[in-house]
C-alpha cells in the first residue's frame, strides 16, 4: 500500500522569496517520486521525478526537491517565488514503473506581488 | 504541451445517463491511465490499459469502464451517472515495457463532467 501526505494545503509567500511545500510518503516498495503543478482550469504538469538515482532532483522552472529516505520526505522547493507559481502542486507516488500514481491532497500556493 | 488530447473539454449529464470520455495518448505511449479528480482534491486511480487490455483498477464501481484502441487511445464509460461523479476526469499516457521503460506519466488537459 501506498500512500502520500501533503503537510500544508494552502501556501501563501511574497513574489521573490523562497517556497517550501511538504510531502511525506508510504509506500512498501522504493517508490518512484513526483511534483506535478496544475493552473487553474489545464491538467498536470511534471515538474520532477525522483526514481533511486540522485537524492537532490532538479525540475523544470527552478524547482528542485530532496529525497530523504530516512525521513520518509520529499519537499519541493523554489529559491524565489514568481508570480507565474501560482498553482496547485501534487505530491506523487508510485511503487513501480508504469503502475498507478497515488496523489497527495494538494497544496494551493498563492503569491503576493 | 504533453501531446495528450481529450475530448470533449465539458460536458453536462442528468442523473442516469451514460456518458463517454475519449483520449488520445502521446506517439508512442502504449499506456493510459484514467483519473478522478472531484473539486477540491487530487486525483483518484480509475484504472489502467496496456495493450488494450486492463491493468489495474482502482476503487470504482463497475459502471465505471474503459477500452484501448490499437492506436492506443482510449474511452472512459461512465454507466447510471450519479450526482458525485461531477469531477474533472484525466487521462495520462507512458511508456511501458521493452528497452523504453519509463513510469512518467503525461497527462491531458481534462474533460470537466458535470451531473445534474
Known amino acids: 500500500a501506498q500512500s502520500v501526505t501533503q503537510l500544508d494545503s494552502h501556501v501563501s509567500v511574497s513574489e521573490g522569496t523562497p517556497v517550501l511545500l511538504r510531502c511525506n510518503y508510504s509506500?512498501?516498495?522504493?517508490?518512484?517520486l513526483f511534483w506535478y503543478v496544475q493552473h487553474p482550469n489545464k491538467g498536470l504538469q511534471l515538474l520532477l521525478k525522483?526514481?533511486?538515482?540522485?537524492?537532490l532532483v532538479k525540475g523544470i522552472n527552478g524547482f528542485e526537491a530532496e529525497f530523504k529516505k530516512s525521513e520518509t520526505s520529499f519537499h519541493l522547493t523554489k529559491p524565489s517565488a514568481h508570480m507565474s507559481d501560482a498553482a496547485e502542486y501534487f505530491c506523487?507516488?508510485?511503487?513501480?514503473?508504469?503502475?498507478?500514481?497515488?496523489f497527495g491532497g494538494g497544496t494551493r500556493v498563492l503569491v503576493k506581488p | 504541451e504533453t501531446g495528450v488530447t481529450q475530448s470533449p473539454t465539458h460536458l453536462i449529464k442528468t442523473r442516469g445517463q451514460q456518458v463517454t470520455l475519449r483520449c488520445s495518448s502521446q506517439s508512442g505511449h502504449n499506456t493510459v491511465s484514467w483519473y478522478q479528480q472531484a473539486l477540491g482534491q487530487g486525483p483518484q486511480f480509475i484504472f489502467q490499459y496496456y495493450r488494450e487490455e486492463e491493468n489495474g483498477r482502482g476503487n470504482f464501481p463497475p459502471r465505471f469502464s474503459g477500452l484501448q484502441f490499437p492506436n492506443y487511445s482510449s474511452e472512459l464509460n461512465v454507466n447510471a451517472l450519479e450526482l458525485d461523479d461531477s469531477a474533472l476526469y484525466l487521462c495520462?499516457?507512458?511508456?511501458?515495457?521493452?528497452?523504453?521503460?519509463?513510469?512518467?506519466?503525461?497527462f491531458g488537459p481534462g474533460t470537466r463532467l458535470t451531473v445534474l
Open positions: 506523487v507516488v508510485s511503487p513501480a514503473a508504469g503502475n498507478k500514481l497515488t
Open positions: 525522483y526514481t533511486s538515482a540522485a537524492t
Open positions: 495520462a499516457s507512458s511508456l511501458v515495457g521493452g528497452t523504453h521503460n519509463t513510469d512518467t506519466q503525461y
Open positions: 509506500s512498501s516498495y522504493s517508490p518512484s
